[in-house]
């Protein structure tokens, strides 16, 4: 399996951008998709966006469409999430996760199975 570490989250105003990355290693990165979840204070992990394993396909939850920005750069064996226009309600520690079929990343046990890192902190003021 690859190891995931995720980083760049941060307080932000509303209206604000933060990147996050997400680094791998340990296995051919390139052999993975990628998805970024998200865990609100009291709420479950859910699903925000995902990418395929070339890149060339990409999937939102509908809450940040036009907001968010999955990218990867298998190169560096990173994933990125650019979040802009950032609201109160995207508060929550948000953390990667990597699969070798894309569907199993975007498949509704994902959120709540499987091994997870720290997570990265963004927190949106208003």
């Known amino acids: 399996q690859v190891q995931l570490v995720e980083s760049g989250g941060g307080l932000v105003q509303a209206g604000g951008s933060l990147r996050l990355s997400c680094a791998a290693s340990?296995?051919?990165?390139?052999?993975?998709?990628v998805g970024w979840f998200r865990q609100a204070p009291g709420k479950e992990r859910e699903f925000v966006a995902a990418?395929?394993?070339?890149?060339?396909?990409?999937y939102y939850t509908d809450s940040v469409k036009g907001r968010f920005t999955i990218s990867r750069d298998n190169a560096k064996n990173t994933v990125y999430l650019q979040m802009s226009s950032l609201k109160p309600e995207d508060t929550a520690v948000y953390y990667c996760?990597?699969?070798?079929?894309?569907?199993?990343?975007?498949?509704?046990?994902?959120?709540?199975?499987?091994?997870w890192g720290q997570g990265t902190q963004v927190t949106v003021s208003s």
């Open positions: 996760n990597a699969d070798q079929n894309i569907a199993t990343i975007r498949g509704p046990l994902r959120a709540n199975s499987g091994s």
């Open positions: 340990g296995r051919t990165f390139s052999n993975y998709a």
């Open positions: 990418i395929t394993r070339s890149g060339i396909t990409t």
